[in-house]
């Protein structure tokens, strides 16, 4: 049973150009995070997505970034016009039901951008 | 503001020891609290989940307790090995918005040899 998949692992963009990271939930998960580390920092929740349905983007920055779980294919976080500040790892993260409560929340090995 | 606090920062013990991480949070109202491990470069595992009526959870070496009432967590680590080199990380939820972890910036531990 494969887990959270991300890719790319690592990603290099000159500025102002854009970025994609894709997340593939685990198997029966429909239920998707993305957090982003920035560089000796917490991770910082960005959005939650359920199936085709944004449920909380409170994290989001307003502007340049997006993020859609469509019904068929992975998840996907969009950066545009990338700037330095973008640089970090950015973790997809799924779980079967709301990941509230006692129910574990499982997070991909990661995509780290570099903006150059 | 709901915060997670974590101490120490980093520690260093030698292989075979034992060693407790501690966690404040200023989380409200609690849900739950994880603690998870990274290791450098990857991402987080799932260590531990408590929700608010646990008072300890184990999972093989690793021991995590809580006291919702001071709002405090530790997790013991006992008889370490250096695979267990790694950030612990400590992340509490709110009760309004449960699936939002708010993660602490976690403890470097390394075992040496």
């Known amino acids: 049973n494969a887990g959270v998949m991300q890719n790319p692992r690592h990603l290099v963009r000159r500025r102002g150009q854009e970025a994609r990271l894709r997340c593939s939930p685990m198997?029966?998960?429909?239920?998707v995070y993305w957090y982003r580390q920035l560089p000796e920092e917490g991770l910082k929740f960005m959005v939650y997505?359920?199936?085709?349905?944004?449920?909380?983007e409170s994290g989001m920055p307003k502007e340049r970034f997006s993020a859609e779980f469509p019904k068929e294919g992975p998840s996907i976080l969009r950066i545009q016009q990338v700037v330095r500040g973008d640089s970090a790892a950015y973790f997809c993260?799924?779980?079967?039901?709301?990941?509230?409560?006692?129910?574990?929340?499982?997070f991909g090995e990661g995509s780290w951008l570099t903006v150059v | 503001k709901n915060q997670v606090e974590q101490s120490p920062q980093s520690l260093i013990i030698l292989e075979g020891k034992n060693c407790t991480l501690q966690c404040n949070y200023t989380v409200s109202p609690f849900s739950n609290l994880r603690w998870y491990k990274q290791d450098t470069g990857r991402g987080p595992v799932s260590l531990t989940i408590m929700t608010f009526s646990e008072n300890t959870k184990s999972n093989g070496r690793y021991t995590a307790t809580l006291d919702a009432d001071t709002k405090q967590s530790s997790l013991h680590i006992t008889a370490s090995q250096l695979s267990d080199s790694a950030s612990y990380i400590c992340v509490v939820s709110a009760m309004d918005s449960s699936y939002k972890l708010i993660f602490g910036s976690g403890t470097r531990l390394l075992v040496r040899p």
């Open positions: 997505l359920q199936k085709e349905n944004i449920i909380d």
């Open positions: 198997k029966g998960h429909s239920h």
């Open positions: 993260a799924s779980s079967p039901t709301d990941g509230g409560g006692g129910n574990t929340i499982y």
